[in-house]
């Protein structure tokens, strides 16, 4: 049983600590002097050629860039250094992003335009980091399983408590890791965000499955993770209520799909078993990866929920694993017809990427 | 007045040189004994979830990376260096990729799947190569104008060409430039891909370019043009056939989008003159990006046409011009919010990067 409790910064940002272990004293304050009050100007933008909207955040512009290991910021407040947590030690730890890609605190400063064709409104969500643990050096494939079960009830938590933001329309837990991918802080964390608008992405997933259900009156989701248990040759783990596979028409050279035997919307609808089972078979995705080169692998995992006011029901959780490493040293640079045209080129295709996975064959071959 | 001459490197691959000058000889052979036959074995694989195509593109993981400078491969051949332009010099030259991500032969290997969920074919496409100049050290911002004039004559050429392939949907001219953006070969290239289908980021422009057009009659790229000319914070230059701005909704810190004041589909249809002004425009929005950062800008320029076979009629004619450097040194990442939600965030204002685009604001203020 996870418990939390809430706080804040002394900026008056929000900090929550989760504990499987009853009893843990959370209550040091946050002592920081230095720390002038956080100023955010998100603003999102609506772009009519292409139907989307672009966040602009100038003030993210002057973020705190991969400050040295002594300073870490996510670390425990230890030794006479103050960070963002001022506890001497934690389990899992969520705190407002002082450099926020979204903000509630926007609309106090952020215009609304609407002169066709030149539309924007405050970009007022919510930005959170997730401290997946307080050891510096320990990557998320390396915790243990309850650890895991701890983060995992984090992010059902967080997604609960964001979706009742009257201006959130989607929640999207996600991990960003390694230099590689523009990871500033090397202590494990991920992030949430509270977006204000359906992001493409899932808006169209969304329709997808509406489209679906509507014409044979079944999940695709559903149906996807069906067709690729009985072929079989792109599955990495299947235990009692997930599954794993690198899908069919996959984008990145190792990419991963985690998925819910059960037909369930997000995080939070997760019984107890199921975020059991979930610790360990998102280890065993994350440890395949990790396997994978000789040095850590960087990759982006992000949930894939359903939007918080739309289509709910057809909706089934999915999560997403993926890495730029293409081989040793090489990345996959998102290049001309990825970020021109939103055309993926995939150099490894995805049955021989699911037998690396699973230790099968080497990278290297 | 360009003229063309087509010709064949030994593995059967097409090579076609454009000259401004006439009388050039470009009937040099391909005299390599060790170039054995091209293999590829491109697929589009469809993802019902995102309603997309990824390409799957194995025999690409082995091609050519990073050559020394004294073994580029697309100098002219000299001194005994055979490259794959025969020539001892050329002024443009374009030849099929031999690491194409699309190929009209893997039709003969791909076999079509359509057992839903999973659905793939052959991506019968082709992939070009842009030689913009035979001088190994000259970035396209620094050819001259009557030199950039025949670029464009070759890409409207190829454009034409390519569009007549049955299996051809789009054609899209590009250049990716910059290590940063993982370009292999550092002489000045473009590319051409003639994709076998409509990409998603236009597919969507042709929508909203139809519906624009259902609702109000009017030309949804012509009354964007017209807004940000009177407002004027975001232009960046406009002469008399062309206006560069900086979109009021731009993704990256520093993008350009590069217009035709006349409602026209592709580069085919621009008429002498509007090619002329073009070779001017194109190269001062290159050149504003070349002046924002002390070393080489990494950049990508790409042309969005009409789809071959649809919406020609209300499509208009564009070039997007963007960076991934956000400041001296770092670079724009595309992560958990762009990579998995396809929500761009973008730190700087597109009112700033206008300004210091036009070199009225310091990049490092």
């Known amino acids: 049983m996870t418990t939390s409790y809430a706080t804040r910064l002394v900026d008056g940002r929000e900090l929550i600590y989760y504990d499987r272990k009853p009893g843990q004293d959370r209550t040091a304050a946050d002592l920081r002097t230095d720390l002038p009050p956080a100023f955010t100007t998100s603003q999102m933008r609506w772009n009519p050629l292409f139907r989307d909207y672009a966040v602009i955040a100038e003030h993210r512009q002057e973020r705190t860039y991969r400050p040295p290991a002594d300073l870490c910021p996510l670390c425990p407040s230890r030794d006479g250094k103050r960070t963002e947590i001022p506890a001497s030690d934690y389990e899992v730890a969520v705190f407002e992003n002082r450099f926020p890609s979204l903000s509630l605190a926007s609309a ?53 408590v964001l979706s009742a933001i009257d201006s959130v329309d989607y929640v999207f837990c996600f991990e960003n890791r390694g230099e590689e991918i523009g990871v500033t802080l090397s202590h494990p964390h991920g992030q949430i965000y509270g977006y204000p608008f359906v992001p493409p992405r899932f808006y169209k997933t969304g329709e997808a499955l509406e489209r679906h259900r509507a014409r044979t009156g079944a999940c695709l989701q559903c149906d996807l993770l069906a067709a690729e248990c009985a072929d079989g040759a792109r599955i990495i783990t299947s235990s009692t209520h997930w599954v794993a596979y690198v899908p069919f028409a996959a984008r990145w050279p190792y990419e991963v799909r985690l998925v819910p035997r059960r037909h369930l919307p997000d995080l939070p609808a997760l019984t107890d078993d199921e975020r059991d089972d979930l610790a360990h078979a998102y280890l065993t995705v994350l440890q395949a990866f990790e396997r994978l080169f000789d040095t850590p692998t960087p990759y982006i995992a992000g949930w894939q929920q359903s939007p918080v006011r739309r289509g709910r029901d057809v909706w089934h959780l999915g999560a997403e694993i993926f890495t730029i490493r293409r081989a040793p040293g090489r990345l996959k640079h998102l290049a001309g017809s990825e970020s021109g045209a939103a055309v993926w080129i995939n150099d490894v295709a995805p049955e021989v990427a699911a037998q690396r996975l699973r230790g099968e064959r080497p990278v290297d071959e």
Chains 1, 2 share one sequence.
């Not at 106090?108 to 980091?129: Q, T």
């Not at 050096?137 to 967080?158: G, K, M, S, Y």
């Open 108 to 160: 106090d400063v952020i215009p609304l335009i609407d002169e066709p064709p030149f539309r924007s409104a405050a970009a007022a969500g919510r930005c959170e980091v997730v401290c997946f643990t307080s050891d510096h050096d320990t990557p998320f494939a390396q915790l243990d399983p309850e650890h895991v079960r701890t983060v995992i009830d984090a992010w059902a938590d967080r997604t609960t």
